[in-house]
């Protein structure tokens, strides 16, 4: 097996055409497989049922004699906000508990900025004219969709090894008052997979943005997610921020989604204590409160910090083996040919793939006509937009081992052929 580059052009059309009849024989196979959202698969989903069985008479209480059953706590139960500043590293007084979806509390946060305003800001967003955010790229298509929804300008920062290329991002936050934003995934990014550095972590906190309503948006949707053979450790930006008493500049998102039930969790938005004043302010008239009773549940099923992390580690022996299955398929089918490359992940949902440029839509297209469902070509970008057509967002969780053994059979053969494609049409 050769490099592709290293071909003679008659030699890449022998195997084009090999490529080609393999493709034929797994699509003759008539799989159907949507890969397209990192889903928890239903085991994952299983290993959550006991909290179910719960004595329901145990989650009507708190401890400080809350009927979680009527109206209040509008920041949520204390035992679970502590449950989740002990997971964050931060206090209770930094925590808002939300409903199950983290992404809802991310929206919520930014229509809350256009219409009413951030604390320390001289007036909301949507009364400034022109917004703009900065998007690290490879990214998260519903961050970006929340900017397009709104009309927020978007901007591509490249995205590295360590973390986003923080002079840039540095160039754009000082110096332009109308970037109010930047979309972060600092742990197991999705979909690259990589965390970020101490070094690029300080250098958020660093940062002295010309706008005086400025926040970071620091979805750390991965924290406990490792795969079980190395944790990657992220260090608490909130930490690096008091070092610079920029704590205001933060907003940071989790949920329990990939933890317990993706329909029925727990969402967290963790701020400064300035920053959770201001917010409460504006919620308690969206809202009550969240669900107590489900909050009183993970707190009862969990009872502490450690009991998330061996929670985890069952995950991580279903995850693992799935993860294994993609990287090898590209070690032994990609690399040889040097026709992409991908960074190997210690934990998160996604291997974010990166082939010959303008190869990223033909591959997609091949794999859907085959009955394999990918997320779409461009979607790790704004505006859906690849300006080099490369990326793929590869999704492994949902399905089983043998699913995923012909599922990442068939993205090969189609990465194949559409490197080949490319490279012979520049002859």
Same mark, same amino acid.
């Given at each position: 097996?050769?490099?592709?580059?290293?071909?003679?052009?008659?030699?890449?059309?022998?195997?084009?055409?090999?490529?080609?009849?393999?493709? *034929?024989?797994?699509?003759?196979?008539?799989?159907?497989?949507?890969?397209?959202?990192?889903?928890?698969?239903?085991?994952?989903?299983?290993?959550?049922?006991?909290?179910?069985?719960? +004595?329901?008479?145990?989650?009507?209480?708190?401890?400080?004699?809350?009927?979680?059953?009527?109206?209040? +706590?509008?920041?949520?139960?204390?035992?679970?906000?502590?449950?989740?500043?002990?997971?964050?590293?931060?206090?209770?007084?930094?925590?808002?508990?939300?409903?199950?979806?983290?992404?809802?509390?991310?929206?919520?946060?930014?229509?809350?900025?256009?219409?009413?305003?951030?604390?320390?800001?001289?007036?909301?967003?949507?009364?400034?004219?022109?917004?703009?955010?900065?998007?690290?790229?490879?990214?998260?298509?519903?961050?970006?969709?929340? =900017?397009?929804?709104?009309?927020?300008?978007?901007?591509?920062?490249?995205?590295?090894?360590?973390?986003?290329?923080?002079?840039?991002?540095?160039?754009?936050?000082?110096?332009?008052?109308?970037?109010?934003?930047?979309?972060?995934?600092?742990?197991?990014?999705?979909?690259?997979?990589? %965390?970020?550095?101490?070094?690029?972590?300080?250098?958020? *906190?660093?940062?002295?943005?010309?706008?005086?309503?400025?926040?970071?948006?620091?979805?750390?949707?991965?924290?406990?997610?490792?795969?079980?053979?190395?944790?990657?450790?992220?260090?608490?930006? #909130?930490?690096? =921020?008091?070092?610079?008493?920029?704590?205001?500049?933060?907003?940071?998102?989790?949920?329990?989604?990939?933890?317990?039930?993706?329909?029925?969790?727990? *969402?967290?938005?963790?701020?400064?204590?300035?920053?959770?004043?201001?917010?409460?302010?504006?919620?308690?008239?969206?809202?009550?409160?969240?669900?107590?009773?489900?909050?009183?549940?993970?707190?009862?099923? #969990? +009872?502490?910090?450690?009991?998330?992390?061996?929670?985890?580690?069952?995950?991580? *022996?279903?995850?693992?083996?799935?993860?294994?299955?993609?990287?090898?398929?590209?070690?032994?089918?990609?690399?040889?040919?040097?026709?992409?490359?991908?960074?190997?992940?210690?934990?998160?949902?996604?291997?974010?793939?990166?082939?010959?440029?303008?190869?990223?839509?033909?591959?997609?297209?091949? =794999?859907?006509?085959?009955?394999?469902?990918?997320?779409?070509?461009?979607?790790?970008?704004?505006?859906?937009?690849?300006?080099?057509?490369?990326?793929?967002?590869?999704?492994?969780?949902?399905?089983?081992?043998?699913?995923? %053994?012909?599922?990442?059979?068939?993205?090969?053969? =189609?990465?194949?052929?559409?490197?080949?494609?490319?490279?012979?049409?520049?002859?």
């Amino acid at each position: 097996m050769r490099e592709y580059t290293s071909l003679s052009k008659d030699a890449m059309r022998e195997e084009l055409k090999a490529a080609r009849a393999e493709y *034929a024989a797994l699509k003759a196979k008539d799989q159907k497989l949507d890969m397209s959202r990192g889903k928890p698969n239903p085991a994952q989903l299983d290993l959550s049922m006991d909290m179910l069985a719960l +004595e329901p008479t145990e989650l009507v209480v708190t401890r400080k004699g809350t009927d979680v059953r009527n109206y209040g +706590e509008l920041a949520g139960v204390d035992e679970c906000k502590e449950l989740f500043a002990d997971l964050l590293g931060l206090q209770m007084k930094n925590i808002i508990m939300g409903g199950q979806s983290s992404l809802n509390l991310m929206y919520d946060s930014v229509v809350r900025a256009l219409l009413l305003g951030v604390y320390g800001g001289s007036k909301p967003w949507g009364a400034q004219g022109e917004l703009k955010f900065l998007c690290p790229v490879p990214g998260y298509d519903r961050h970006f969709a929340i =900017c397009e929804t709104f009309g927020i300008k978007m901007i591509n920062i490249p995205l590295g090894e360590y973390g986003p290329d923080m002079d840039l991002v540095r160039q754009y936050v000082e110096h332009d008052a109308s970037v109010k934003g930047i979309w972060c995934v600092p742990k197991y990014s999705n979909p690259t997979g990589i %965390t970020y550095s101490d070094e690029v972590v300080r250098a958020f *906190a660093a940062l002295k943005p010309a706008a005086d309503d400025f926040r970071i948006f620091w979805d750390n949707a991965y924290l406990v997610h490792s795969h079980g053979v190395r944790d990657e450790k992220l260090l608490n930006i #909130f930490d690096a =921020c008091r070092e610079y008493g920029s704590e205001d500049m933060v907003y940071e998102f989790c949920s329990t989604s990939k933890i317990t039930f993706s329909g029925a969790g727990l *969402a967290v938005l963790a701020a400064s204590e300035n920053n959770v004043k201001f917010i409460l302010q504006q919620m308690k008239v969206q809202t009550i409160g969240y669900d107590k009773i489900n909050q009183l549940r993970h707190v009862k099923y #969990f +009872e502490n910090v450690e009991g998330i992390y061996r929670h985890m580690q069952e995950h991580a *022996a279903l995850m693992r083996p799935k993860f294994n299955v993609v990287l090898g398929f590209l070690d032994r089918e990609i690399a040889p040919r040097a026709i992409g490359h991908w960074h190997r992940p210690c934990g998160g949902y996604f291997v974010g793939f990166e082939g010959l440029k303008g190869t990223a839509s033909r591959a997609v297209a091949l =794999c859907k006509e085959a009955g394999l469902t990918l997320t779409p070509a461009g979607a790790p970008f704004p505006y859906g937009i690849d300006p080099d057509d490369s990326v793929i967002r590869i999704a492994p969780s949902f399905p089983d081992v043998a699913e995923l %053994t012909g599922a990442m059979k068939l993205f090969c053969v =189609c990465e194949r052929i559409a490197a080949l494609e490319v490279l012979l049409a520049g002859e």
